[in-house]
């Protein structure tokens, strides 16, 4: 569309509202805000200097004409404020929808998924690093909002680069004419219900990630989830697919022979993988495919791979202290996550949940509890989530005492680990900063 004096409503601040409203201010757009939150001096300044006109979250603020918004991804679909806007034809776009907008042509890998989303953007951009160097971008979900990214690096006017691009399915939801060149559905598990109203709008919405792909366009497919293989029937893929497997050897990229095969060929030893999981296992496969794709060669993915030690908060190894390792899984916001991470050890594991109550189911995850030793329960929803799991859980008010009294139960080979099935909100503004604080937790003990 035609930005330049456009009324545009960015609805929610953060990162990525900051970030859409510097680039609609270079486009001449007329700018309103919407945020319920305090604004600090800073902010209130720097959105002055741009001329934003600032709103709080009053219905009335939502039945004034713009001739489009910008959602936050915080702010749920289902959300009243949402469903006015429709209802009134008023279009809504993401910030990532904005900044493809404005793009000249680049090299989009747009990775989604319940699980493993940033592990893979992250060995993607790694990758695309070493490929192609200062030519390599990554941003998104993962934390640099990609409307950030078209203003660092010009994208308005520079074209070319490659962007391992992680995208919610709260990005995705308001896309409309996004196109990535390669993407990928990781895999679809139940996450998002208090905030898409039903499993099936989660579901859905995760298939936006190619509804616009088309031609040779690359869809990486795991061919091991039957979820996804339920949604890409009911809405089907318009372009070139690939296939994965852990468990078959008939698919285009496939476990054989100890290697990472990828169109008959074995391109990385499984032993050069230094992460713990199978989840990780697929996580590289993906990233593969996709290097392999863009022509990397198979050197410049054996070195990286080879050297690429994890990211923060997925299974991360915080300490050996006594002859029990800690682990920070603070990205182990939903049940799926947190079996994942169960999976990843055959015993003695002293588990630590709890958090935000988002009502999450936990019978799946009662079949993976062979590894656990001992469950202790923390925060708002510690003791419904410790007790669904087993009959005598530990229950303590924070992290902290969760911490301390793990502590006190392990011994020598024993694992401390932090997935605590759901997000952080109840004590922490994110599973970062509860992660981190785990990890402040365990090297002072």
Known sequence: MEYRN??????????????????????????????KKELSEEEKAHLESLGVTIYDQDMSVFEKDYD?????????????????????NIPIITEIELAYDVSKPQHYIAITGTNGKTTTTTVMYELLKTAFGEKALVGGNIGTPLCELVLQYDLMENEGYYISLEISNHQLVDIDRFRPEIATIINLTPDHLETMGSLDAY???????????KDDDLFIYNDDDPILKEYTKRY??????????????????????????????????????????????????????????????????????????????????????????????S??????????????????????????????DMSEMRKHLGCVKKVIGFGAAGYRIAHDLVDDPIIVENLDQATRQAKQLGTDGDIVLLSPTTSSFDQYSGYEERGRHFKKIVNSL
């Open 6 to 35: 456009a009324k545009v409503l960015v609805i929610g601040l953060a990162r990525s509202g900051m970030a859409a409203i510097n680039v609609l201010h270079k486009l001449n757009a007329k700018i309103y805000l919407s945020e």
């Open 68 to 88: 489009l918004v910008i959602k936050n991804p915080g702010v749920p679909p289902v959300s009243p404020i949402v469903k006015r806007l429709k209802e009134r």
């Open 203 to 213: 579901y859905k919405s995760k298939t936006e990630v190619y509804r616009n792909m």
């Open 236 to 329: 089907p893929i318009n372009c070139k697919i690939e296939k994965f497997s852990l468990t078959k050897d008939n698919t285009y990229a496939c476990l054989k022979d100890g290697y990472i095969n990828i169109n008959n060929e074995n391109v990385l030893p499984l032993s050069n993988i230094r992460l713990v999981g199978k989840h990780n296992v697929q996580n590289i496969i993906i990233a593969m495919m996709a290097a392999k794709a863009l022509g990397i060669s198979n050197k410049d993915i054996n070195d990286t791979i080879s050297s690429f030690k994890g990211v923060e908060h997925r299974i991360e190894f915080v300490r050996e202290l006594d002859g029990v390792k800690y682990y920070n899984d």
């Open 331 to 360: 990205k182990g916001t939903n049940t799926d996550a947190t079996i994942t991470a169960l999976d990843s050890f055959d015993k003695g594991v002293i588990l630590l949940v709890g958090g935000y109550e988002k009502g999450l």
